[in-house]
């Protein structure tokens, strides 16, 4: 291949590149998009349903302004550090890659090497440029931007749940935008990539979006009706309004209907446990008992308005009787205290630190069970209101946010089909 066959090749036909490293579900319309980011000339902003590969062609644009604009100074902006590091080593692998190597060897006649190949930077034999920073730079919204700038900017969902629930993280992120305007270079630009959250996000700041849609005809391509069905079912419906519709509605006030009960208390035997502690103030300690077989989640459910401590002897009576093997708690507030007491009257305790945010936590987890959750007999009717009476902004969410716990222990979705790549 010759030089100027290889830079139209890659220009012309990304997803093709795409191919030829495994990125076999990549088509006509990820190839206009990673072309845009690529050669667009303006800031830009691309909105679309989630699961439809938009971080994958961020990260092909990424390789690809480093192989073919090896003197542009780029920076890649995700939510935390740790969301941008999975790609910065999703861009290494790819220009590790052996046809890679071959194509940079037709373009410049060298072989292509890692200067700096970092959890956050890149850079490689290509650059000429002499002023030290690195070709790309990854970095989460807190980091410090001062002194710094790029050529080339891309925000990949800087907007995430902590927008939509909190006015302050909305406002933190619309400054952090604000700055990047600031450190983009003359004649740069930026381009932003993501699903919207609420609609006073960081996005009304932005280009106004070209939008898809999950049912845009190219979309439906990659998100088939049934898949779409399913995905609908298992969220509520201001999130899925939100990811996969791409617009705003009010939050729904109903999200659990309908519970089934009255199943033999004997469904829950050798079950896992969860307990939810209240420790002071108004919040209920919740706890409960959960199995799944002949394809029913089966659930033992009890609430109390009281400290957690008031209620060793309750629950360890409910340990015993249902043979359980292990139970689960959170050690956030009380750093482990509530574990080590029921550890010393028997109790077969796993702590954890919760990350999720509760809400998300309980509209997935919990939600995409529901219909196959039986509420056993013993399980307090208290318990259950709490969780059929579940909106975002209730007042006590003691008993989902126990439920949505034991259903993200039981529950294990099936993975999407993956390839060699990172899929978003």
Same mark, same amino acid.
């Given at each position: 291949?010759?030089?100027?066959?290889?830079?139209?090749?890659?220009?012309?036909?990304?997803?093709?590149?795409?191919?030829?490293?495994?990125?076999?579900?990549?088509?006509?319309?990820?190839?206009?998009?990673?072309?845009?980011?690529?050669?667009?000339?303006?800031?830009?902003?691309?909105?679309?349903?989630?699961?439809?590969?938009?971080?994958?062609?961020?990260?092909?644009?990424?390789?690809?302004?480093?192989?073919?604009?090896?003197?542009?100074?780029?920076?890649?902006?995700?939510?935390? =550090?740790?969301?941008?590091?999975?790609?910065?080593?999703?861009?290494?692998?790819?220009?590790?890659?052996?046809?890679?190597?071959?194509?940079?060897?037709?373009?410049?006649?060298?072989?292509?090497?890692?200067?700096?190949?970092?959890?956050?930077?890149?850079?490689?034999?290509?650059?000429?440029?002499?002023?030290?920073?690195?070709?790309?730079?990854?970095?989460?919204?807190?980091?410090?931007?001062?002194?710094?700038?790029?050529?080339?900017?891309?925000?990949?969902?800087?907007?995430?749940?902590?927008?939509?629930?909190?006015?302050?993280?909305?406002?933190?992120?619309?400054?952090?935008?604000?700055?990047?305007?600031?450190?983009?270079?003359?004649?740069?630009?930026?381009?932003?990539?993501?699903?919207?959250?609420?609609?006073?996000?960081?996005?009304?700041?932005?280009?106004?979006?070209?939008?898809? =849609?999950?049912?845009?005809?190219?979309?439906?391509?990659?998100?088939?009706?049934?898949?779409?069905?399913?995905?609908?079912?298992?969220?509520?419906?201001?999130?899925?309004?939100?990811?996969?519709?791409?617009?705003?509605?009010?939050?729904?006030?109903?999200?659990?209907?309908?519970?089934?009960?009255?199943?033999?208390?004997?469904?829950?035997?050798?079950?896992?446990?969860?307990?939810?502690?209240?420790?002071?103030?108004?919040?209920?300690?919740?706890?409960?008992?959960?199995?799944?077989?002949?394809?029913?989640?089966?659930?033992?459910?009890?609430?109390?308005?009281?400290?957690?401590?008031?209620?060793?002897?309750?629950?360890?009576?409910?340990?015993?009787?249902?043979?359980?093997?292990?139970?689960?708690?959170? =050690?956030?507030?009380?750093?482990?205290?509530?574990?080590?007491?029921?550890?010393?009257?028997?109790?077969?305790?796993?702590?954890?630190?919760?990350?999720?945010?509760?809400?998300?936590?309980?509209?997935?987890?919990?939600?995409?069970?529901?219909?196959?959750?039986?509420?056993?007999?013993?399980?307090?009717?208290?318990?259950?209101?709490?969780?059929?009476?579940?909106?975002?902004?209730?007042?006590?969410?003691?008993?989902?946010?126990?439920?949505?716990?034991?259903?993200?222990?039981?529950?294990?979705?099936?993975?999407?089909?993956?390839?060699?790549?990172?899929?978003?």
């Amino acid at each position: 291949m010759t030089r100027q066959q290889a830079i139209e090749f890659l220009i012309n036909n990304p997803v093709k590149f795409a191919h030829m490293l495994g990125f076999t579900k990549l088509g006509n319309l990820h190839n206009e998009w990673i072309r845009e980011m690529l050669r667009g000339k303006n800031d830009k902003t691309l909105q679309a349903s989630r699961g439809t590969y938009k971080t994958t062609c961020v990260s092909f644009a990424l390789a690809l302004i480093i192989i073919l604009l090896p003197n542009k100074r780029t920076l890649f902006m995700r939510k935390t =550090d740790a969301d941008v590091k999975e790609v910065i080593k999703q861009v290494q692998k790819i220009l590790c890659d052996p046809r890679t190597i071959y194509l940079v060897q037709c373009i410049y006649g060298v072989t292509l090497k890692m200067i700096v190949s970092s959890a956050t930077e890149i850079s490689t034999n290509l650059t000429t440029d002499i002023k030290g920073t690195s070709q790309l730079v990854g970095t989460g919204i807190g980091s410090s931007l001062t002194g710094k700038h790029f050529d080339y900017i891309f925000t990949d969902d800087i907007i995430n749940i902590n927008d939509r629930i909190s006015k302050a993280e909305r406002e933190r992120t619309k400054t952090v935008y604000q700055e990047l305007q600031n450190i983009k270079n003359r004649g740069g630009k930026i381009f932003n990539t993501g699903t919207p959250w609420h609609p006073e996000d960081a996005f009304t700041l932005m280009p106004e979006s070209e939008k898809y =849609d999950c049912y845009h005809p190219e979309i439906k391509k990659i998100i088939s009706d049934a898949l779409l069905a399913e995905i609908k079912d298992n969220m509520s419906p201001s999130l899925f309004a939100a990811n996969y519709e791409l617009r705003h509605i009010a939050t729904e006030e109903v999200i659990f209907e309908n519970p089934q009960t009255g199943a033999p208390i004997s469904n829950v035997m050798n079950g896992i446990m969860h307990i939810d502690a209240a420790y002071h103030g108004e919040d209920y300690t919740a706890w409960g008992v959960m199995t799944y077989h002949d394809d029913c989640f089966y659930l033992y459910g009890k609430l109390r308005r009281k400290s957690v401590d008031d209620l060793y002897g309750e629950i360890m009576s409910d340990y015993d009787r249902l043979l359980v093997p292990k139970t689960y708690m959170e =050690d956030n507030a009380d750093k482990g205290f509530a574990a080590k007491e029921l550890r010393k009257l028997g109790m077969r305790v796993v702590t954890y630190a919760e990350t999720t945010n509760k809400y998300i936590k309980i509209v997935t987890h919990l939600k995409a069970i529901w219909k196959k959750i039986i509420f056993v007999e013993g399980t307090d009717e208290e318990y259950v209101q709490q969780i059929c009476d579940y909106f975002e902004d209730a007042e006590h969410d003691d008993a989902p946010d126990d439920a949505a716990c034991l259903s993200r222990l039981l529950y294990k979705p099936k993975k999407q089909e993956e390839n060699t790549a990172i899929w978003y």
